[in-house]
């Protein structure tokens, strides 16, 4: 058995649901949820005080949109991964995103190995002897 770390994922969609099923989705990576936003604010707040290794970011949120989010996370950390989550693959939306620092995008209704594998794309690499882990 080997000892490896979680990958620690921070969710942000107003839509329970949403969560609730990318949830699902990201079980089979063995992911730890450490966050879930319902708005942008919270998505930015949660970053701060988790650091998550991934965040999944929907761009139309309440409070503060998933783009003004994405902004404030990346000035915060330019080494952030963020994948934002989209009702519609508007080309717009998608290149302002990549050109504010986000690392991909999933169209909502993307089949879910599809997703994993984005996801999975992006998951930080393992680190071979700094991990002694502390409790």
Do not use: W
């Amino acid at each position: 058995m080997t000892e490896s770390k979680k990958v620690r994922v921070l969710i942000a969609d107003n839509d329970k649901l949403v969560r609730n099923l990318i949830k699902a989705v990201l079980m089979p990576l063995d992911c730890e949820i450490v966050g879930e936003a319902e708005n942008g604010s919270e998505a930015v707040a949660l970053y701060k005080g988790k650091r998550p290794d991934i965040v999944l970011l929907d761009v139309n949120m309440p409070v503060m949109d998933g783009m003004e989010a994405l902004g404030e996370i990346i000035a915060f950390d330019k080494d952030a991964v963020v994948i934002m989550l989209t009702a519609i693959s508007d080309l717009d939306t998608v290149q302002t995103a990549i050109k504010r620092g986000a690392a991909h995008y999933i169209v909502k209704g993307t089949p879910p190995q599809e997703m994993r594998d984005i996801v999975k794309e992006h998951l930080p690499k393992p680190k071979s002897t700094e991990e002694h882990g502390a409790g």
